[in-house]
């Protein structure tokens, strides 16, 4: 045979054994267990100890025994006759650029430590997509010979590998691969140098491989025994490239933006506003704290991206006390932690949790889902971070939020667990669900790491199909309906009697799900994306997905029992209010019967945070009674008006929160004559609206508007005190994109008068012409958080 070209199949002789076939000198020890069988009394105490922990099934050993009494997953250091691996050639840049793995880190971050030192390191390790070939090449002790030398390659994953489960997998060389099955070729060889192409299903468990080089004779002598080496570990991944992958995407760009851009952007507060954020799913630490999170699934749990997405979902908070990534806080205090709000990417949450190894404090809920995009993406997954301006809490299942109201018309905490966040931000990944009736219910699909409820026990959420969201199919799993009456519930207001006795007395229809928003592709522009979670707002086929999903919970058709009444209320509230300033509150009424009618309106303006969350009252303006004479053409509304003040919500103290809360309450009552008309009866209406403050602005100055490449330039970063006390605590946070320096903090030592300017001057450089990024925020004592982006322009000197 000419050893110096590529391998003839049809010239290959005859196997002895099978192709999948383990040495069977060998196959009896696999997973012994000598108490089996043994009286009671004769089994070990911590066997016994197992037996009763009350785990449904009889398994004695530990994972770290049952790999012990594995010998597949043995090295064997006898010597003999056959074939001694001694190296492996990866061939790690044609394999990386062939599957867009490139980005992941080419080296171990510390090559003086042992492999058993480095065990969780990636760096340096080669990282496939699942469903495509990659090349190796094995170097032994003497030039291989097809007529008396068998291979195999063995590939390990998961805890507790096992042939029968797909997790552990022996590879002999074969003329041919099947598309859904791992497989090997042996394609060149060069005297003591083997080249072949390992194929990976579409639905290959993805995760961290273990390999082992085995070889024996195949007409073994008295001398021969089967040699097996271990080599560096292979990671599989998801495969946005290839077809038969359940996350497939078709088009580059989107492949581009959704698996491997590692920055991008996440909308917080208002529609207009967003804050970039560093995905950085390429570090090493993002890999590798992925599939940390992915030891205790099984392989058949880890081809499915399903799955995996529920369990990253679970994983990324702490609510379970199962080693969660992120503790979640939303308070005025954040005791020995991080605030939410200072942080500006993933990397440096995932290297404290693996630094501490225990959970990092503190997230909300853009930095759950922040930190959700990056490992989602490191694993190989279409993700994106999505928020839903408007985002409705419904705590009990009911598809509705539900607001109470007492007689004197206040706001009833106790029953008010409902609520209406300002803005709540989660993800979705794109991927197949052949899991379900229909192929409709493919494509985006949401999830949430914030802990709100718990599915399944768990606190977790999703994924569910955004098209099934859409539709009202609530039934579909996984916690449709709670994302259903995220976008899409309706508000129901309650009026609770002193007898206990409650009654609907007004339902909002068009109040939550506004402005969906993501990043768009290859660009830091908003998308809007409300179109896939619910149709055009008001129109019949948003009703009836409302109305399907309310009788698939068994629950009324709310908007259809509240009758029609004479006096119509509207409501106005200032927007934009600038934090620090008064603002105004409206409410106008207007009688459309024919009686004279009387009318006692209560207005309740309360702090609260963006979750909705109450805090303090701020202003009220209890039972004010108003006259409104029989409908006129020419009769004007009648309008009662409530100001509020700055002094009423700003204290030094304390730090103000995002928004505020009013809470109308109506009560109309009959005329004095008796009349026939049914809707002359008396009635109670409920109202709320939000008002959300807007933040100081940051600007920036500078002497020119470009600069030049290797040249230091600087530029002064200041705001001006819109608040009628001094600021404290001023800190300016900075995170750059291809400038010097990447990052930097600085605190303010004095305090900054009202309308008095806070600045601070930074000097850049950039050894790169072009448009480069500055993302400024601001902390205080006062305001919690506020930033902008801002551009510097570097063009060649």
Same mark, same amino acid.
């Given at each position: 045979?000419?050893?110096?070209?590529?391998?003839?199949?049809?010239?290959?002789?005859?196997?002895?054994?099978?192709?999948?076939?383990?040495?069977?000198?060998n196959s009896r020890r696999i997973c012994e267990d000598t108490s089996m069988g043994q009286p009671e009394s004769a089994v070990p105490p911590r066997i016994r100890a197992r037996r009763s922990e009350g785990e449904g099934r009889w398994?004695?050993?530990?994972?770290?025994?049952?790999?012990?009494?594995?010998?597949?997953?043995?090295?064997?250091?006898?010597?003999?006759?056959?074939?001694?691996?001694?190296?492996?050639?990866?061939?790690?840049?044609?394999?990386?650029?062939?599957?867009?793995?490139?980005?992941?880190?080419?080296?171990?971050?510390?090559?003086?430590?042992?492999?058993?030192?480095?065990?969780?390191?990636?760096?340096?390790?080669?990282?496939?997509?699942?469903?495509?070939?990659?090349?190796?090449?094995?170097?032994?002790?003497?030039?291989?010979?097809?007529?008396?030398?068998?291979?195999?390659?063995?590939?390990?994953?998961?805890?507790?590998?096992?042939?029968?489960?797909?997790?552990?997998?022996?590879?002999?060389?074969?003329?041919?691969?099947?598309?859904?099955?791992?497989?090997?070729?042996?394609?060149?060889?060069?005297?003591?140098?083997?080249?072949?192409?390992?194929?990976?299903?579409?639905?290959?468990?993805?995760?961290?491989?273990?390999?082992?080089?085995?070889?024996?004779?195949?007409?073994?002598?008295?001398?021969?025994?089967?040699?097996?080496?271990?080599?560096?570990?292979?990671?599989?991944?998801?495969?946005?490239?290839?077809?038969?992958?359940?996350?497939?995407?078709?088009?580059?760009?989107?492949?581009?933006?959704?698996?491997?851009?590692?920055?991008?952007?996440?909308?917080?507060?208002?529609?207009?506003?967003?804050?970039?954020?560093?995905?950085?799913?390429?570090?090493?630490?993002?890999?590798?704290?992925?599939?940390?999170?992915?030891?205790?699934?099984?392989?058949?749990?880890?081809?499915?991206?399903?799955?995996?997405?529920?369990?990253?979902?679970?994983?990324?908070?702490?609510?379970?006390?199962?080693?969660?990534?992120?503790?979640?806080?939303?308070?005025?205090?954040?005791?020995?932690?991080?605030?939410?709000?200072?942080?500006?990417?993933?990397?440096?949450?995932?290297?404290?949790?693996?630094?501490?190894?225990?959970?990092?404090?503190?997230?909300?809920?853009?930095?759950?889902?922040?930190?959700?995009?990056?490992?989602?993406?490191?694993?190989?997954?279409?993700?994106?971070?999505?928020?839903?301006?408007?985002?409705?809490?419904?705590?009990?299942?009911?598809?509705?939020?539900?607001?109470?109201?007492?007689?004197?018309?206040?706001?009833?905490?106790?029953?008010?667990?409902?609520?209406?966040?300002?803005?709540?931000?989660?993800?979705?990944?794109?991927?197949?669900?052949?899991?379900?009736?229909?192929?409709?219910?493919?494509?985006?699909?949401?999830?949430?790491?914030?802990?709100?409820?718990?599915?399944?026990?768990?606190?977790?959420?999703?994924?569910?199909?955004?098209?099934?969201?859409?539709?009202?199919?609530?039934?579909?799993?996984?916690?449709?309906?709670?994302?259903?009456?995220?976008?899409?519930?309706?508000?129901?207001?309650?009026?609770?009697?002193?007898?206990?006795?409650?009654?609907?007395?007004?339902?909002?229809?068009?109040?939550?799900?506004?402005?969906?928003?993501?990043?768009?592709?290859?660009?830091?522009?908003?998308?809007?994306?409300?179109?896939?979670?619910?149709?055009?707002?008001?129109?019949?086929?948003?009703?009836?997905?409302?109305?399907?999903?309310?009788?698939?919970?068994?629950?009324?058709?709310?908007?259809?029992?509240?009758?029609?009444?004479?006096?119509?209320?509207?409501?106005?509230?200032?927007?934009?209010?600038?934090?620090?300033?008064?603002?105004?509150?409206?409410?106008?009424?207007?009688?459309?019967?024919?009686?004279?009618?009387?009318?006692?309106?209560?207005?309740?303006?309360?702090?609260?945070?963006?979750?909705?969350?109450?805090?303090?009252?701020?202003?009220?303006?209890?039972?004010?009674?108003?006259?409104?004479?029989?409908?006129?053409?020419?009769?004007?509304?009648?309008?009662?008006?409530?100001?509020?003040?700055?002094?009423?919500?700003?204290?030094?103290?304390?730090?103000?929160?995002?928004?505020?809360?009013?809470?109308?309450? %109506?009560? !109309?009552? #009959?005329?004095?004559?008796? +009349?026939?008309?049914?809707?002359?009866? *008396?009635?109670?209406? @409920?109202?709320? /609206?939000?008002?959300?403050?807007?933040?100081?602005?940051?600007?920036?100055?500078?002497?020119?508007?470009?600069?030049?490449?290797?040249?230091?330039?600087?530029?002064?970063?200041?705001?001006?005190?819109?608040?009628?006390?001094?600021?404290?605590?001023?800190?300016?946070?900075?995170?750059?994109?291809?400038?010097?320096?990447?990052?930097?903090?600085?605190?303010?030592? %004095?305090? !900054?008068? #009202?309308?008095?300017?806070? +600045?601070?001057?930074?000097?850049?450089? *950039?050894?790169?012409? @072009?448009?480069? /990024?500055?993302?400024?925020?601001?902390?205080?004592?006062?305001?919690?958080?506020?930033?902008?982006?801002?551009?510097?322009?570097?063009?060649?000197?």
């Amino acid at each position: 045979m000419d050893m110096g070209t590529k391998v003839s199949k049809g010239s290959r002789p005859k196997r002895t054994t099978p192709p999948m076939e383990g040495p069977r000198h060998n196959s009896r020890r696999i997973c012994e267990d000598t108490s089996m069988g043994q009286p009671e009394s004769a089994v070990p105490p911590r066997i016994r100890a197992r037996r009763s922990e009350g785990e449904g099934r009889w398994d004695p050993t530990t994972d770290e025994e049952y790999r012990d009494r594995n010998p597949l997953l043995k090295e064997n250091t006898i010597a003999g006759l056959q074939l001694q691996p001694k190296e492996v050639d990866y061939h790690l840049e044609i394999n990386h650029k062939n599957h867009n793995t490139t980005k992941y880190p080419k080296h171990p971050r510390n090559p003086e430590l042992t492999e058993n030192e480095n065990k969780n390191d990636i760096g340096g390790l080669l990282i496939v997509r699942r469903g495509q070939t990659f090349d190796l090449t094995i170097l032994f002790d003497r030039a291989y010979d097809p007529e008396n030398d068998q291979i195999t390659l063995d590939l390990a994953t998961g805890t507790r590998p096992d042939q029968s489960k797909g997790t552990l997998l022996r590879l002999r060389d074969s003329t041919e691969t099947a598309p859904w099955s791992w497989g090997m070729q042996i394609t060149r060889v060069d005297g003591d140098r083997v080249s072949m192409q390992v194929t990976s299903p579409a639905d290959a468990a993805i995760g961290r491989y273990e390999l082992l080089v085995e070889t024996e004779l195949k007409d073994p002598k008295p001398d021969g025994e089967l040699k097996r080496k271990k080599f560096k570990d292979i990671i599989v991944l998801f495969n946005a490239w290839c077809k038969d992958d359940a996350v497939y995407m078709e088009d580059q760009s989107h492949r581009e933006e959704y698996v491997l851009n590692d920055y991008g952007r996440i909308w917080v507060g208002h529609w207009s506003n967003s804050r970039p954020w560093k995905f950085g799913q390429f570090e090493a630490v993002s890999l590798e704290t992925a599939l940390k999170l992915l030891d205790n699934l099984n392989g058949d749990a880890r081809r499915i991206p399903k799955e995996v997405c529920r369990r990253v979902s679970q994983m990324v908070n702490s609510n379970d006390e199962d080693g969660g990534i992120l503790e979640g806080r939303w308070a005025e205090e954040y005791p020995d932690g991080t605030f939410p709000w200072t942080w500006t990417g993933s990397v440096k949450i995932l290297e404290e949790y693996a630094r501490k190894n225990s959970t990092v404090k503190y997230g909300q809920c853009w930095v759950f889902s922040g930190v959700v995009t990056t490992l989602s993406r490191a694993l190989g997954i279409p993700t994106r971070s999505v928020t839903n301006f408007d985002s409705a809490h419904d705590t009990d299942g009911s598809l509705t939020i539900d607001t109470h109201f007492d007689e004197e018309g206040e706001p009833i905490a106790l029953l008010n667990s409902d609520s209406n966040w300002n803005y709540h931000v989660w993800n979705e990944s794109y991927f197949s669900r052949p899991d379900l009736p229909a192929a409709e219910f493919s494509g985006w699909q949401a999830y949430d790491a914030t802990p709100q409820e718990r599915s399944d026990g768990i606190f977790r959420c999703g994924p569910c199909p955004l098209t099934a969201v859409k539709n009202g199919d609530v039934h579909i799993p996984h916690d449709t309906g709670f994302v259903f009456a995220e976008v899409n519930g309706d508000r129901c207001y309650w009026m609770v009697y002193e007898n206990g006795h409650k009654e609907l007395i007004n339902v909002q229809k068009e109040v939550f799900g506004t402005n969906i928003s993501t990043k768009a592709v290859g660009s830091n522009e908003r998308e809007d994306i409300t179109e896939l979670y619910k149709h055009k707002e008001g129109s019949p086929e948003e009703r009836k997905a409302v109305e399907r999903a309310l009788r698939a919970r068994g629950q009324h058709d709310y908007p259809s029992i509240v009758k029609p009444k004479d006096v119509t209320f509207s409501y106005e509230v200032q927007s934009d209010v600038v934090i620090g300033s008064d603002f105004y509150v409206i409410v106008k009424a207007n009688n459309k019967g024919s009686e004279k009618r009387s009318v006692d309106i209560s207005i309740t303006v309360k702090s609260a945070m963006y979750t909705g969350r109450n805090t303090h009252d701020v202003a009220k303006l209890l039972r004010q009674r108003v006259e409104l004479e029989p409908n006129h053409p020419y009769m004007p509304d009648k309008e009662i008006q409530l100001i509020v003040k700055a002094q009423d919500y700003v204290t030094q103290d304390r730090m103000l929160d995002d928004e505020f809360l009013i809470y109308f309450h %109506s009560e !109309v009552h #009959p005329p004095s004559n008796d +009349s026939a008309d049914a809707s002359s009866t *008396s009635y109670a209406r @409920g109202h709320m /609206e939000t008002v959300v403050l807007t933040m100081p602005e940051l600007q920036q100055k500078q002497n020119e508007v470009y600069h030049k490449v290797d040249e230091d330039f600087e530029v002064e970063f200041f705001f001006v005190n819109p608040l009628p006390i001094p600021l404290t605590g001023i800190c300016f946070q900075l995170d750059c994109k291809d400038l010097t320096p990447g990052e930097l903090t600085r605190k303010l030592e %004095s305090p !900054v008068q #009202p309308n008095e300017k806070a +600045s601070i001057l930074v000097t850049f450089k *950039s050894i790169k012409k @072009g448009t480069k /990024e500055v993302d400024v925020t601001v902390t205080t004592d006062q305001i919690s958080e506020f930033d902008k982006l801002f551009y510097q322009f570097i063009r060649s000197s």
